[in-house]
């Protein structure tokens, strides 16, 4: 388990270097402030409103608001558990609800995903492990069978997990971060972020 962190962790921060090309210049001239653009691209930008495919599929978005944060808590809470393995099953005992809520939302995303033929055409074998492994994990923190002699074969479960994270598609969750903020760096260096007020109304 604690391999798996460390793999997921050093894993995950190499690529994350790599993905800058380098540390490539920006020759446009600064017309605005970096950090405005990255605090408007994680909080006005990222508004419904602002994001038609939201608008568009309102259930699907919060469908994947619940697993996202489903699985997010779990994680903390399986690190934790290396450091201090009480707290650890305490989280994870207090968000079985939660994780409840994320696996059900798991499994019809699942479902949507092989049912759609538009998602089964642009889908690939990732996509379908990667929310498998997922609901995996939920179940077990559902199941709450975590502690004692059930203990181990959680940790090395969620070890595979984190030594899959960063191979696939589980590792939009640090890139989703990384390319949000390098995003809005730009774009508030460049001064387009945040948009003049006339062009937010």
């Not at 190499?14 to 380098?22: E, N, S």
């Not at 970096?34 to 994680?42: M, V």
């Not at 489903?70 to 939660?98: F, I, K």
């Not at 059900?104 to 699942?110: D, E, N, P, T, Y």
């Amino acid at each position: 388990m604690a391999l798996g962190v460390l793999w997921a962790a050093g894993a995950l921060a190499w690529q994350v270097l790599a993905a800058r090309g380098g540390g490539r210049r920006d020759y446009s001239q600064r017309a605005g402030d970096p950090s405005r653009g990255i605090l408007y691209n994680f909080t006005i930008a990222m508004q419904p409103a602002h994001k038609e495919s939201v608008k568009n599929h309102p259930i699907e978005f919060a469908t994947g608001l619940v697993l996202h944060a489903g699985v997010l808590t779990t994680l903390v809470g399986v690190v934790l558990l290396l450091v201090w393995p009480s707290g650890g099953l305490w989280l994870l005992a207090l968000m079985r609800p939660l994780a409840a809520l994320a696996l059900l939302a798991g499994l019809c995303l699942l479902v949507r995903r092989v049912w759609s033929l538009t998602l089964r055409a642009m889908s690939v074998g990732d996509d379908y492990l990667a929310i498998a492994a997922c609901c995996g994990l939920l179940a077990w923190v559902v199941a709450g069978q975590l502690g004692g002699q059930n203990q181990p074969g959680f940790l090395i479960y969620a070890g595979l997990l984190l030594l899959y994270l960063p191979l696939g598609k589980l590792r939009h969750a640090v890139f989703f971060f990384v390319a949000r903020a390098d995003l809005g760096r730009r774009l508030g260096y460049r001064g387009v972020y945040p948009p003049a007020p006339a062009e937010t109304e």
